[in-house]
């Protein structure tokens, strides 16, 4: 007789869910319309001609300012401006890179894999890695757990290049069992992965062992004690749905560490992704790649910040109907 | 056969360098219920819980002799114990909104004891759940099975709680202060749940700080005192004779309607108990406080609904009522925290309510509060004297001069006023609390529950305290307080509150011993009275 199945016999609305879900997906769609706007905004008052700025380093031709006037429709009123900019980007169109000659859609969709596949698989090996190791070390004094301790602390203090470095001499250049750059199927992600995914297991883990000690000191640890059942179950059970609560508060954290980490770490290993074409959209001033890459990573925030907030409900039932 | 029978039980824990248990000895048999009695570090719950391993980490256990259903309970090892918890001992602790998981629904807190001693098969648990909720007078136990503990109210929550520990109908139930957060007739009714699970043949182990509420169902009564067992016998005896002085001051220190007018604590040094209390002057003629058809609401929902009283100087008037009577809104409308709807309340003649913040600041001096909880009142950054020193005016020396006058009127030591109140027992940081509100010589004092978070000594001697300002300095006190018999004690007059409303008030023994409303009998015929067990 799970909680869950529970629910959902009642039905979202009667468990209290449907006026959070509700709020959240609005509040999400305002603020990427706010992140859409701000990014137009910056591009109205960027220092120049508004022409100029969405050249770039392209070609410049009077060919292609006619283009790029009719396109963005330059010539007539700031409001019919912006209502058509946002009429564009809800038919997900993200506009035309004049450096690359190519669509932004095209640019980013091409290079949003590697990335998303790197940044997922850190995830998943950083929290599966976390998990292991608070489940392991909660609640027991012993040598490993302090060695797991240490280790945590070193990893979050060491920047993710630098480890990204230290995994290639030891296990590309001296043991040859990765290789050294570019994207060849899974061999190729390990690295990346693990030097990214490393600084988000040693936070979470930190924050997950805390939370897994403090609910086995909370009263109703002694409960359930006192009904007899191990300490395994005892953790499972009932320490690691509280100990979730602060490390589901990280996931935003994680959002920034794995977007601003992919781009060091696909610049270190030398794979294609979403870093490298912002770090050459910005020094080649391509405006047009810079705005949607801004939108896009406004869209990561909001997914993941939506799923913190829905994930606050399902673990704690405190939280629904609250007023 | 005893159910558990110990010898010299000592239990320490030497990292933190105590030991919390010297030498107890004791035996339950079965059916029998025996009571543990104690302010808080007397080692009662320590004991209690290592009865059934869960001593915590980091404590050694040693004992004569520790047999548990005829079992050498020294050689146990985890798995031992795991299989005797909740099958031979149900454990049930104070306040089931922190002892229930507040993730899990009670259903699934209840199951969790059928699922690990395997009681019912796994297709009869949700069905056993409910008899089980039903058996404990939980109504609608099938809605309340999918509810977590915050939904449920404070007694349904601690009968689910008891539900859980009575799931795999163990022989002895232990129960750790089961009915300290509630009220008054929710704690009667835990108490009845109690005695009628006892009437069944399960043997009960009471832990409580309170000699009443024991009383009434326990046939041993256990007295302990910094890890030792001062005294015990059967519960009539240690009641109506007893032999140790702690025991006698325990008994003395109960307010009741027969301690009015006497000191609860003994004097420093001396052992007389009850001496009489200074003479105290109620004045006639203007009343400090006017409150006249006071009400407040939070959103629509009404809370105090036309609540009129006066108080003269010097007197005390009393207000008890349950959680959710509105006592305290009154307390913040009477202090100008918070605009009444209608109604209004004057102050020394003058209108208090309805005048802006600006125009009532510098007569604030005059009405001072103690509240339940003086830490959550302190800044934690502030020294003793600062704190006391805050409202006080006048030169550096004099304020500090002024600082220890008043710790010594309150009965600490002027070094105390270079501590910080974390580092303060709980007693003395109600004395703290009390000596800075009365550092601005208010006229009245109004106290919030200001010694239900107190050991029954400790709240002697703050009670004594206030019986000795009044006496001296002519304030007047408005006394909330859930406690029939703190407010008999302490009150001239007193208000019975329920759901926003006054429903009796008058004079504390009229009201009291001549109850005309329903709901005052109600809550006078469930405070659990200092009498032995009935045979």
């Given amino acids: 007789m799970s909680t869950l199945q529970l629910t959902r016999r009642r039905g979202l609305a009667a468990a209290g869910w449907l006026g959070p879900v509700v709020r959240r997906l609005g509040s999400g769609l305002a603020v990427l319309w706010a992140a859409a706007t701000a990014a137009y905004v910056a591009l109205l008052f960027a ?277 | 056969m005893s159910l558990i029978e110990v010898e010299d039980l000592r239990v320490a824990f030497p990292k933190a360098g105590v030991e919390a248990v010297r030498g107890v000895s004791l035996s339950i048999a079965p059916g029998e219920c025996v009571a543990i009695v104690g302010e808080s570090g007397s080692g009662k719950s320590v004991t209690a819980r290592t009865l059934v391993g869960l001593t915590g980490p980091g404590a050694t256990v040693t004992a004569g002799r520790f047999t548990v259903k005829g079992q050498d309970a020294l050689r146990f090892g985890q798995r031992d114990w795991r299989r005797l918890r909740g099958r031979f001992a149900g454990l049930v602790l104070q306040d089931a909104l922190l002892s229930l998981d507040p993730l899990r629904t009670v259903g699934d807190e209840i199951a969790e004891v059928l699922a690990t001693h395997d009681v019912v098969s796994r297709a009869d648990r949700k069905a056993r759940v409910i008899e089980l909720l039903d058996a404990v007078g ?90 030792v067992i001062v ?140 509240s339940q909880n003086p830490l959550g009142s302190f800044d934690p950054r502030y020294t003793v004297g600062r704190l006391i020193a805050e409202p006080l005016s006048g030169s550096s020396s004099d304020r500090k001069a002024r600082v220890i006058e008043l710790l010594g009127r309150v009965g600490l030591a002027p070094d105390i006023a270079g501590r910080h109140p974390r580092r303060l027992s709980g007693g003395q940081r109600q004395r703290v609390a009390i000596a800075r509100a009365i550092a601005p010589r208010p006229d009245v004092l109004v106290c919030d529950e200001p010694v239900s978070a107190l050991d029954v000594s400790i709240q002697a001697q703050v009670l004594d305290l206030l019986a000795e300002i009044q006496a001296a300095d002519g304030t007047a006190l408005i006394f909330i307080s859930h406690d029939l018999g703190v407010v008999h004690h302490i009150s001239d007059r007193v208000l019975v509150m329920r759901e926003g409303r006054v429903v009796e008030e008058g004079h504390v023994d009229e009201v009291f011993f001549i109850p005309k409303h329903d709901y005052t009998r109600e809550l006078l015929g469930a405070v659990p009275k200092l009498a032995p067990a009935e045979p």
């Fill in chain 2, 231 to 370: 005294e015990e016998g059967p519960t009539a005896r240690v009641l109506s004779a007893p032999a140790h002085d702690y025991t006698r001051l325990l008994l003395a220190a109960v307010p009741s309607a027969a301690s009015r007018g006497t000191r609860l604590s003994a004097i420093a040094g001396g052992v007389s108990l009850r001496a009489p209390l200074p003479e105290r002057h109620v004045g006639h003629g203007a009343p400090v406080v006017e409150v006249s058809g006071l009400s407040a609401a939070y959103g629509t929902r009404k809370v105090v609904d036309d609540v009129s009283f006066e108080v003269y100087p010097g007197e005390t008037v009393g207000i008890v009522g349950e959680s959710g009577s509105g006592k305290t809104t009154v307390a913040r409308l009477v202090l100008g925290l918070l605009e009444p709807v209608s109604g209004g309340v004057r102050l020394n003649g003058d209108p208090w309510s309805g005048v802006s913040e600006r125009r009532r600041r510098s007569r604030r001096s005059g009405i001072q509060v103690i």
């Fill in chain 1, 47 to 323: 220092p120049g001609d508004t022409v100029d700025v969405l050249i770039g380093d392209g070609l410049d031709t009077p060919e292609r300012r006619a283009q790029i006037i009719a396109e963005w429709g330059l010539d007539r009123s700031a409001l019919e401006q912006y209502g058509d900019y946002l009429a564009r980007l809800l038919r997900g169109d993200l506009g035309h890179s004049y450096i690359l000659q190519r669509g932004v859609g095209d640019v980013l969709s091409s290079q949003i894999w590697p990335t998303v596949s790197l940044a997922l698989t850190a995830a998943v090996f950083g929290v599966v890695l976390a998990l292991v190791l608070a489940l392991a070390t909660a609640g027991r004094r012993s040598r490993f757990g302090d060695l797991v301790g240490l280790s945590e602390l070193v990893v979050v203090s060491v920047p993710p290049f630098l480890i990204g470095i230290l995994l290639l001499a030891v296990f590309s250049f001296t043991l040859g069992w990765f290789p050294v750059s570019g994207d060849r199927g899974f061999v190729s992600l390990v690295l990346p992965a693990v030097a990214l995914g490393l600084q988000i297991s040693g936070v979470l883990g930190q924050v997950l062992r805390e939370g897994l000690e403090r609910a086995l000191e909370e009263p109703f640890a002694v409960t359930a004690r006192s009904r007899g059942i191990t300490e395994w179950r005892l953790v499972i059970r009932h320490a690691l749905r509280h100990a979730l609560l602060p490390a589901v508060t990280l996931l935003g954290w994680f959002t920034g560490v794995l977007l601003g980490g992919a781009i060091i770490i696909e610049a270190v290993f030398g794979r294609p992704g979403l870093g490298q074409v912002t770090v050459s959209a910005v020094t080649g001033k391509d405006m047009p790649v810079v705005m949607a890459v801004v939108l896009l990573s406004a869209l990561a925030y909001v997914t993941v910040s939506t799923i913190v907030d829905l994930a606050y409900l399902a673990i704690d039932p405190r939280l629904r109907r609250s007023r």
């Fill in chain 2, 138 to 227: 939980v109504p609608e136990p099938e809605v309340r099975a999918r509810q977590y503990a915050h939904q449920l109210s404070g007694g349904l929550r601690q009968r689910a709680l008891i539900a859980s520990a009575i799931a795999a109908d163990p022989p002895l139930i232990i129960a750790d202060e089961p009915t300290t957060a509630l009220d008054v007739t929710v704690q009667a009714q835990i108490l009845r749940l109690l005695a009628a699970r006892r009437a069944e043949g399960t043997a009960l182990l009471m832990i409580s700080h309170d000699l009443a509420v024991v009383s009434s169902i326990a046939d041993r009564v256990l007295v302990m005192k910094d890890g």
